[in-house]
């Protein structure tokens, strides 16, 4: 009797694990990608566009990498295929390629013997149909850190700091660990759940053009859009565990994504309307002073924006005006200190803050940094909105 009592929980155990992944949908493995037109990868992505060269056999380093950390993925909802793509004759093949859509390297001088550099790189879970060659979703994910050296760093150096994030780490940071964490959060939908986000503008108002033309060293203003655009999309993506499709503005032509992948192929992929188009407007910065002593001075850097979010069917389901401000402390000893920098961190602060606020909606939040019960309001209808269509 007790040896059929333990049989008959072993096959419920056999059968509830089997449920748990009888209904994750199979995507393939497309592999790691350039996104933007051909002939400018090179430039848009240079240390990457090295790296990617070194070999490990006939395949990339990058790629090998990227596959053996992607095998290890845990998602109950998709079952990734490595070893082929899917049967395009049938038109139902779900592909996913790992996108590196921004890579940058600043470095700015703190003292006489004293560098800053930044290191970012900025990509997307890419999920499309293979057979259209058209967006699903997409999961935007980054890695940012920062070096510190009493010279400035060489190209090599640079260089060296990129291969690491990719083929080791950098203080426990690795890019294609956080591609496989956004890719552990992976959802498809279908039915009629399917909606879409997107951050589809990115305005500048005349106090915020100002202060950008004066720090930007000639430095397009649409390469910073896409910047605030990619950086929002991100948190939106992480806090909120939800798709947003990529910003395009300047970037997409007629709908479509140009990109290539690892092995050199060229790719278009369409991308689809938004049913919730997000609008970013950055207001202005301002820099207040709030104490000075012999050690150095403390300086507030605030940032001012606004978030509108439409519906198809309601003209405006968010409208709101948002503000934070970052405390930086200035040594005596520091030659000169960026503005620039110090205004970004506080915008990045800022946009992580509200993709969080719109799902937990604190009080004191939303009365000091937006527009108090209005904001609150408008959030609590919008997280109902990201839920249904997850």
């Not at 609008?279 to 002073?289: A, D, M, P, S």
Request: with cysteine; net charge negative.
């Amino acid at each position: 009797m007790h040896r059929k009592i333990t049989e008959f929980f072993l096959v419920i155990a056999i059968v509830l694990f089997t449920n748990t992944y009888a209904f994750a949908t199979p995507v393939y493995y497309a592999g790691f990608a350039f996104l933007g037109d051909h002939q400018f990868i090179s430039s848009n992505y240079p240390y990457t566009g090295v790296i990617i060269k070194e070999l490990d056999a006939e395949r990339s380093l990058l790629e090998t990498s990227l596959i053996k950390k992607a095998q290890t993925v845990d998602n109950k909802n998709i079952e990734l295929q490595f070893t082929s793509l899917g049967d395009l004759k049938h038109g139902e093949s779900i592909s996913v390629a790992i996108a590196l859509d921004w890579e940058d390297v600043s470095t700015e001088q703190l003292e006489d013997n004293l560098f800053k550099t930044v290191y970012n790189l900025h990509g997307q879970i890419l999920l499309f149909d293979f057979s259209k060659m058209e967006i699903i979703a997409c999961y935007p994910f980054g890695t940012r850190v920062t070096d510190s050296s009493d010279t400035e760093p060489t190209e090599d150096k640079k260089l060296g700091i990129i291969r690491n994030l990719y083929l080791g780490n950098i203080g426990g940071i690795n890019f294609f660990d956080e591609a496989c964490t956004a890719l552990s959060h992976v959802r498809l939908n279908t039915g009629d759940a399917i909606c879409t986000f997107k951050v589809q503008n990115v305005t500048l108002e005349q106090k915020a053009e100002d202060f950008w033309a004066s720090q930007s060293n000639g430095t397009p203003i649409a390469a910073y859009k896409t910047f605030v655009a990619q950086q929002f999309s991100s948190a939106f993506s992480k806090n909120l565990n939800a798709s947003i499709l990529p910003y395009t503005k300047g970037q997409a032509i007629g709908g479509k994504m140009a990109g290539r992948f690892a092995n050199g192929d060229v790719f278009q992929l369409d991308i689809p309307e938004a049913d919730y188009p997000i609008e970013l407007t950055i207001r202005g910065f301002k820099k207040v002073k709030l104490d000075e002593n012999v050690t150095g001075t403390s300086w507030a850097y605030g940032c001012f924006a606004r978030l509108r979010v439409d519906s198809i069917l309601q003209e405006s389901m968010v409208d709101t005006k948002l503000k934070n401000a970052a405390v930086k402390i200035v040594p005596k000893s520091q030659a000169t200190a960026s503005d620039f920098s110090a205004f970004q961190e506080s915008l990045l602060s800022l946009f992580n803050k509200t993709t969080q606020e719109i799902h937990e909606q604190d009080g004191k939040w939303l009365k000091n940094s937006a527009e108090g019960e209005k904001t609150r309001k408008q959030f609590e209808e919008f997280e109902k909105t990201i839920q249904k269509c997850m």
